[in-house]
């Protein structure tokens, strides 16, 4: 009997209730996935292979990956929020909703930038400070998730069959994922400005 309740609680899924279990498994699902888009950007942008791979192609590859992914999570947040709308104390993870859109913006610019400019990025045509800057810019995105990430665990108390209400949303949390967010616009700013001022052909 005692091991029965230790399983139960050494599994969070135990005490998530039925009618959630599928947006629980897609909001997970999709926040680890958004990470393995921002690896696959990290690690793969120091492989050149002729004019077609390089940077441009890794972040290309890695930021559609996390964009997916980002749209996955932000189809189980509307799910959640549909699911709970006629409970006020439960129905707080809107913030999410722009959090998570506003990263998604973020990342087309970033996908556009790495398909027109392309070739200039792959062989090292631009600036050597775009590097860094996009750089920068992956790591506040990083957090960023890990934000998001955070603000949805902390305000999904719904889903756990033991409560009825969520605890009170992190605004801290909230606020600094705002400040990452101005952050990161001003990073991609200048890699914009780089990549059209400062590049020697294009």
Do not use: H, W
């Not at 393995?36 to 292979?49: H, R, W, Y």
């Not at 719904?158 to 606020?175: K, R, V, W």
């Amino acid at each position: 009997m005692s091991a029965n309740v230790q399983m139960r609680k050494f599994s969070p899924i135990d005490s998530v209730s039925y009618k959630y279990k599928g947006t629980y498994y897609l909001i997970n699902i999709c926040a680890l996935l958004a990470f393995v888009g921002i690896i696959i950007k990290v690690v793969f942008s120091s492989l050149k292979i002729g004019d077609e791979q390089g940077p441009a192609f890794a972040t290309l590859v890695g930021y559609v990956f996390t964009t997916f992914a980002l749209i996955g999570l932000l189809m189980g947040v509307v799910s959640y929020y549909f699911k709970v709308m006629n409970t006020p104390s439960c129905s707080n993870i809107y913030p999410s909703f722009f959090q998570i859109v506003g990263l998604i913006i973020i990342l087309f610019v970033i996908i556009r930038q790495s398909t027109v400019f392309s070739k200039m990025i792959n062989t090292q045509q631009v600036d050597p400070e775009f590097y860094k800057f996009s750089n920068y810019s992956s790591l506040l995105i990083f957090i960023q998730l890990m934000l998001i990430f955070s603000y949805l665990q902390s305000n999904l108390g719904c889903m756990n069959s033991s409560t009825t209400a969520i605890s009170s949303p992190s605004l801290g949390t909230l606020y600094l994922s705002i400040t990452l967010f101005i952050l990161n616009v001003l990073t991609v700013g200048i890699m914009e400005v780089i990549l059209r001022l400062f590049s020697t052909c294009f």
